[in-house]
C-alpha cells in the first residue's frame, strides 16, 4: 500500500501554497446542522480515529479487544 498522510490546513485558508493541490485530496466531516466548525485538535481526532476503525477492517493487528 502507499504510504498516506494526513495534514491539516487551517480552516479559513486551507493549506499553504507550498503544498501541491494535484496531490490533496480534501474531505469534509459531517456535522449536525446546529454545528458550525470544529476545531483542529477535534478534526483530527475525528479523522484518525476514522482512519484506524477503517483499517481495522483489512489489518487484525488492529481490532479492538
Known sequence: QPAVAVVFGNEASGLG??????????????MSSSTDSLNLSISAAVTLYEAVRQQAEFDPRLKRV
Open 17 to 30: 501554497e507550498e503544498w501541491d493541490v494535484a496531490q490533496v485530496l480534501p474531505y469534509r466531516i459531517p
